[in-house]
């Protein structure tokens, strides 16, 4: 084949990639402005993480472990042809050069990443699991799902900052920070990455091995302090099935699958209220909905196992919180009819007893009965303050 031959075809390839790419990223787009979930769960580094962590298997692992399957045998696959956020990386590389910026060697901050959080999720805490490339692209869809102007804000940092970065040193993103990216090339070639002769030292000065182990090591250590003494300022309301606090705040990584799935917009991100480490996590709030009984949607998305699935009728035993009267504020207190919260519990768990300390009729919740799904909260008509509100256990 002569040179001219072997160009155009190197030509038509890299045009046929650019359309599978821009495809795919236009399927991604599709896909996350209609409220799918399944972007994030593509991810082999948060199916593994989160495997970790939880130690329990997700009908949507099944999706990042396809994606393994074929990682193992292209290596890079997943960025070279579908990733989203890579694309865009690229384009913003691109640019970069053409302004007259140059590429930057430096140490593989990525693998230093995927081997932090992988010992971290050995204890509950994948430190990291935040910085997948996925779960950062999702978050540039919290404009389109989100009530808080801030939040909305907040969720596209992530994305805007890789762009930057990108245009400033171009293909530092793919090339030296991503994690997924780094699990790729460690998912490639097991065989020669961890054989002695083939592995390089790197700008870190560490051979992988050496590099895994350290890593790791400093990922399980810090996960081990977190455990001990990582709590939030506060304890907020969180969604059904969430699993054991603190681990919560790791495992979680803020990509919006609750938020965007939830039919009563009672899900948000949580702007820091309850603690730094609380920061983008979903928090409930029923002053315009409650947590439906016959929904278990959230529970169902969650890509990284901070939301246990439940079924509809488990659901009615997994408490999120309850209720606390303020008989200062509640209605019945100052000799007015009401019974709104009563009507409104669709759990039967709510019913008005004579308190002969307040002399009038108060509610009474019953806690075997209630969840803490917030309809009472909703449904109390006492402004501004509610005179019913759900608060955590504990």
Known sequence: MSEQETTIEDRNFRRYQWFVRTTALAIAIGLLWGGSVAVPALSPFIALAAWLATRTFRVLTVLGLVVTVIVLVHPRWFCRWLCPLGLCAEGASRLGRRWGRRPRKSTPLGQWILWLTLGGALFGWPLLLWLDPLVIFAGLFGLTTLRSVPAACLTTLPALAVLLLSLAWPHIWCGQLCPLG??????????????????????????????AILGAAVGAASASAL????????????????IAKPEFLTV????GNCIRVCPTRIIEPDLGRHGLTSLMSPVLHFQNGYCREDCTRCTRVCPSGALTPLTRKFKRRVRIG?????????????????????????????????????????????????NGCGACEMACPVKPKKAIVVVPLG
Request: hydrophobic content about 30%; overall charge positive; aromatic content about 6%.
């Open 182 to 211: 780094a699990l790729q090339d460690l998912l490639s070639h097991p065989g020669r990455r961890w054989h002695k002769r083939a592995v390089s030292t790197s700008d870190s000065g560490l051979p992988l091995a050496r590099r």
């Open 227 to 242: 455990r001990l003494t990582g709590t939030a300022a506060t304890r907020p309301l969180r969604p059904p099935g969430a």
């Open 322 to 370: 309850l209720p606390q009267v303020d008989m200062n504020v509640c209605l019945l207190g100052e000799d007015r009819e009401c019974s709104e919260c009563r009507r409104w519990c669709p759990y039967d768990a709510i019913r008005y007893v004579f308190s002969e300390t307040e002399y009038c009729l108060i509610p009474q919740i019953d806690p075997a009965k209630c």
């Open 252 to 255: 979680c990584v803020r990509c």
